[in-house]
């Protein structure tokens, strides 16, 4: 069973800084993209970045600049560090991974998500 665990969330002040990880088990197969998503309850779940098996990323525009997502294929692991937090960051972060399946197609999973609060 594939599971994903998300640590490293909490409370922060303005302009500080958190790194989330994403731990993954039971994984038997070759992850594709690895991402992190958030969600402010009422709304719907937001991409905050995502980065591609090679490295490669993209980020929200509301995040480029601070926000740095990475990954360790061989711990299949991912990150994410951000640096100067608003109260606008506030969220629940999801991680997220997918696999390709033979039709092509993407089959996602996610984890539980980690509460991120940015306040004075």
Do not use: H
């Not at 994403?22 to 709304?43: E, H, K, L």
């Amino acid at each position: 069973q594939v599971q994903l665990v998300e640590s490293g969330g909490g409370l922060v002040q303005p302009g500080g800084s958190l790194r989330l990880s994403c731990a993954t088990s039971g994984i038997t197969f070759a992850i594709n993209a690895m991402a992190w998503y958030r969600q402010v309850p009422g709304n719907k779940r937001d991409l905050v970045a995502i980065i591609s098996r090679d490295g490669s990323a993209n980020y929200a525009a509301s995040v480029k600049g601070r926000f740095t997502i990475s990954r360790d294929n061989a711990k299949n692991t991912v990150y994410l560090q951000m640096n100067d937090l608003g109260p606008e960051d506030t969220a629940v972060y999801l991680c997220y991974l997918d696999k390709i399946l033979t039709n092509g197609a993407r089959f996602p999973y996610w984890g539980q998500g980690t509460q991120v609060t940015v306040s004075s």
